[in-house]
């Protein structure tokens, strides 16, 4: 990429997205580095041959049951071999490739490597890795694979409005009480599966705050992401207003690296003249990508805009659904065929707010009568 052209362009308009599209490479890289990370030292005793749920086991069932349906109903890697060793490397290797994606290093490559080893280890990984963050990183890692296409900020910017509104949507949809009658914060911070030091005193908040808190959200999660389709200045305020509510999010929760995920893409609002004043600083986070708008490779970035458009489409049916079920029979059997890859996803946690939070009580006893809890 010729960066004295570049450089023009990011300063003399507001709807370039090079340097955006560069920050995002670097931080998905980092976090699908925090994904491998994290379930590198827990991989063998969760899916190992003798974990908590074999993955070798599971293969082996769907095999059985599915035939050799079963490589496209269940894509992985692991189909050429299971082990504890092949586990281990397929982490080992997913973080290094995570960390070449984050230092700007061959990104393509190391966007597709870290792709195909993220489905890898979450097809055999259930139901250890079958939460909405991890499908989140598969459909924004995949998209990644489309660096440099025209169409890809219009692909971010609607799978980040996929990813509220839907989340806003369930809420309303469920009935749920506690959400309509604005009372679900009220037990959230008690009740969320991980919650931090700061969710205790969040808890303890009197409801005169946490009452418009919960008013506050369902207002963000339905209003803002509708302000990323709008001017430049719309598009600014919507993802202040997102980025806020993920930060609130984690700061009294422990979602994994799906708020900074989020965060990430809230970056697709913005555009490169937000960035310009810190160009000298950001010019090296460019990697290095071919220049789709090269008239000798039209084709492949057509190619590559057709398919962007063939994914929103879907996942704009996917949203349809939600309010219309079975809006349309004609992307049902499309719909079915790429869902293993969890390429298109729905979303929405908290649908239904827990108000109890259980916990296990450990009990010991010297004459099995008499039974005392451990404190």
Request: aromatic share 14%; with cysteine.
């Amino acid at each position: 990429m010729n960066s004295f052209p570049a450089v023009r362009k990011i300063l003399g308009s507001g709807f370039s997205f090079e340097l955006t599209e560069a920050l995002f490479l670097r931080l998905l890289g980092l976090i699908y580095l925090a994904a491998f990370g994290s379930f590198l030292p827990q991989v063998t005793g969760l899916i190992g041959s003798q974990g908590i749920e074999p993955a070798g086991q599971l293969l082996s069932t769907f095999r059985t049951q599915l035939g050799y349906a079963a490589f496209l109903e269940a894509p992985t890697l692991f189909w050429f071999g299971i082990s504890d060793r092949a586990l281990f490397w397929c982490c080992a290797l997913g973080c290094v490739a995570g960390l070449l994606l984050g230092a700007g290093v061959l990104p393509r490559i190391s966007a597709l490597l870290c792709w195909i080893l993220y489905l890898s280890i979450t097809t055999v990984g259930q139901p250890f890795t079958g939460f909405q963050w991890d499908a989140l990183l598969l459909e924004a890692g995949f998209l990644a694979l489309f660096a440099g296409a025209r169409w890809l900020p219009r692909a971010y910017r609607f799978l980040l409005f996929r990813l509220m509104f839907e989340s806003g949507a369930v809420k309303l949809l469920s009935h749920d009480p506690n959400w309509r009658n604005f009372h679900a914060l009220r037990f959230h911070f008690m009740t969320q599966p991980l919650p931090n030091p700061i969710a205790y005193y969040a808890y303890r908040a009197p409801t005169w705050l946490l009452d418009p808190m919960t008013a506050s959200t369902l207002a963000i999660e339905l209003i803002a992401p509708f302000l990323l389709f709008g001017t430049r200045l719309l598009r600014h305020i919507g993802a202040v207003l997102l980025i806020v509510l993920q930060v609130v999010i984690l700061l009294t929760g422990n979602y994994a690296f799906f708020n900074l995920l989020a965060l990430a893409l809230c970056l697709w609002a913005l555009d490169d003249r937000t960035f310009a004043p810190l160009f000298p600083v950001l010019r090296w986070s460019w990697p290095k990508l071919p220049d789709f708008g090269k008239p000798t490779i039209f084709w492949l970035r057509t190619g590559a805009d057709t398919v962007l458009a063939v994914l929103m489409t879907l996942g704009m049916i996917q949203l349809v659904n939600m309010f219309v079920p079975r809006f349309t029979r004609l992307a049902e059997p499309i719909l079915a065929e790429i869902a293993p890859f969890e390429i298109v996803n729905t979303y929405g946690l908290f649908a239904v707010m827990t108000t109890t939070r259980p916990e296990i009580i450990i009990e010991g006893s010297n004459d099995q009568v008499n039974w005392l809890e451990y404190s």
